[in-house]
């Protein structure tokens, strides 16, 4: 049938193939003029910082500075265990969230309640000053502690950002879980599976696919929130730049310095998440997108083989 | 195909005598809808049992409650002798505990509408799954029995697929092969062809036939008429959530007794 019409149609057309439309095409002047402010705009900003008393220089001058590098560190060892924390307990609180007992879910709903209505830096200041409340640790036998030598300021941090982090993991792994299909957890009891064995291994895996694009999300949040922590006397990247630009007399300069250091570790934190997103999104398309580096290998190969054909 | 596709499963010799399904008077509520109002029937061993009806009739719910998907309200069910969900004790019963009822589970395999294939595993990975995790079977020998069942069911090239790249008769055969993988004495399927393409029924269709020739005891809700009639030993006709009519299909296909059967039937055939 099909190859019939083709027949008909074939002779009609020219070997060479329908003529390529050849038009004028419509012009957006609009265009041109909005480009224009556009980049007038952001030359006259660039010019205004450039022009301004900003001593450009003390920026690479301080920007391998050993302190700096180590708040760098520190910046990421504080996101790297925060997130640890909120995404251990995100899980924890989702399932008591969604769980039958009547008691596990309101702790949880309670705990999600307080922690997304309260500032983290409210709460970073609660869990420095708890000394008002405990004045001793005690756990027997084990350790036994003044609650201020208890209570460092890298524990401070932690646990404000870490449990404030679980309520909003909470949220988004529970999100996760409902996205998969009932059918799915039905399919794994009539083969035998526990619950256990169900949420392992064929609920979690694909609620992963839901669930990292807001972590990634919340990851980068984190990187830039421990910077709150230099209230708690915690020395990070922030607090070190701030150090620096106090006794430097560049204090302006350092938050510029600090600023790029953020920008590149979201741009590499980005690019993880990226391929994270990739490898929990097999089976689920038909096809996995290409990588960058896959995608400018396969141009490379077109324009081999163009100089092959020329 | 003349190796059976339950393959080399050592039978425990079992009582022939003893219905493989046995229901009394089976009732189930979903809130104030009543949907089985006293299912009274008899599935033995190594038969095809065809359950039919109109949707809604609750001959799905009926399938779901033999392996306890669903609880009862009132009513016995039994499957190999073995009460489902719970344990007499005097006249007293008691709820069986989840790990008690995954165990019962192993031994009934299910074959759903909709495949339900678990989407982040390949084909041979999900017929590996349970043996693995569930019986603690080696995975090289899991591997070696998935490899088995997909050649039976014909997909023998598309172990390493994962299920968004393979059709709906071919997902819900490796659908068979997995819940086959457990080695059941009993297979349920709930319309197992209705979510399929007309061109794509007959080769599920095959894979069952061939299933039903190994001896297997199958419950299958369907509305292949055609198949019920040709393969299937017992039928029954379900409406309003109550047996209407049961018989050899080939009589109760071509002669009717019930008026409802026949205005169900006039409709379908």
């Not at chain 1, 500032?119 to 502690?145: A, E, M």
Request: overall charge neutral; some cysteine.
């Amino acid at each position: 049938m099909t190859a019939d019409t083709e027949k008909a149609a074939a002779p009609e057309t020219p070997a060479a193939g329908p003529q390529a439309i050849k038009a004028v095409p419509v012009r957006h002047y609009g265009r041109y003029l909005t480009a224009v402010i556009a980049i007038g705009l952001l030359a006259s900003i660039v010019y205004a910082f450039g022009q301004g008393k900003i001593n450009w220089h003390a920026v690479p001058d301080y920007f391998f500075d050993d302190r700096i590098l180590t708040g760098v560190g520190k910046t990421l060892l504080l996101t790297v265990l925060s997130m640890v924390i909120g995404i251990v307990g995100g899980i924890v609180l989702a399932v008591m969230r969604l769980s039958k007992n009547p008691v596990t879910s309101s702790i949880a709903w309670f705990y999600i309640w307080f922690f997304r209505g309260t500032p983290v830096l409210v709460q970073l200041f609660v869990w420095f000053n708890l000394g008002l409340v405990f004045q001793y640790i005690n756990l027997g036998p084990i350790y036994k502690d003044y609650w201020s030598s208890f209570m460092t300021p890298l524990l401070t941090a932690l646990l404000g950002l870490g449990l404030n982090e679980a309520a909003y993991m909470a949220e988004i792994c529970r999100a996760g879980l409902l996205a998969v299909d009932e059918g799915q957890t039905e399919a794994s009891h009539a083969l035998g599976m526990s619950h256990a064995k169900t949420l392992r291994r064929i609920v979690i895996p694909q609620a992963m696919r839901v669930i990292v694009p807001p972590t990634g999300n919340e990851v980068i949040n984190m990187l830039k929130t421990t910077s709150l922590v230099a209230a708690v006397q915690f020395q990070e990247l922030f607090r070190y730049a701030q150090d620096i630009g106090q006794n430097s007399g560049a204090p302006v300069e350092m938050y510029f310095l600090a600023a790029a250091w953020y920008l590149i570790m979201t741009s590499i934190l980005s690019v993880g998440q990226y391929y994270v997103e990739r490898y929990y999104a097999r089976g689920s398309s038909r096809q996995l997108p290409a990588t960058p580096w896959q995608k400018v290998r396969a141009h490379l190969g077109s324009f081999s083989s163009r100089k092959v054909a020329v | 195909m003349t190796e059976k596709l339950s393959g080399a499963r050592a039978v425990a010799p079992r009582d022939p005598s003893v219905p493989m399904v046995k229901s009394e008077g089976v009732h189930k509520s979903f809130g104030p809808v009543e949907v089985l109002q006293g299912i009274d029937l008899e599935v033995k061993a190594g038969e095809v049992f065809c359950l039919i009806g109109p949707s809604g009739s609750g001959k799905s719910t009926f399938l779901r409650c033999i392996n306890h998907l669903e609880k009862i309200n009132a009513g016995r069910l039994y499957v190999d002798g073995e009460l489902v969900g719970y344990r007499q004790k005097g006249d007293r019963l008691y709820e069986l505990k989840d790990s008690e009822v995954a165990l019962k589970r192993r031994d009934i395999g299910m074959v759903f509408q909709r495949f339900n294939l678990f989407p982040h595993l390949t084909a041979a990975e999900n017929v590996m799954e349970a043996p693995v995790q569930v019986k603690g079977v080696s995975k090289a020998q899991a591997r070696e029995r998935a490899t088995q069942l997909l050649e039976r069911v014909g997909l023998a090239d598309k172990a390493g697929n994962y299920p968004s790249q393979l059709s709906g008769g071919q997902q819900q055969r490796v659908a068979i092969a997995r819940a086959l993988a457990m080695d059941p004495k009993l297979m349920l399927f709930d319309e197992p062809t209705s979510a399929l393409d007309p061109e794509l029924v007959g080769d599920v269709l095959d894979v069952m036939r061939d299933l039903a020739e190994s001896g297997m005891t199958m419950v299958v809700v369907t509305h292949e008429m055609g198949f019920a009639r040709e393969v299937g030993d017992s039928l029954v006709f379900m409406d309003g959530g109550v047996v209407v009519e049961s018989g050899h299909p080939r009589e109760v296909l071509t002669d009717p007794q019930h008026e409802r059967t026949k205005a169900f039937l006039s409709k379908v055939l």
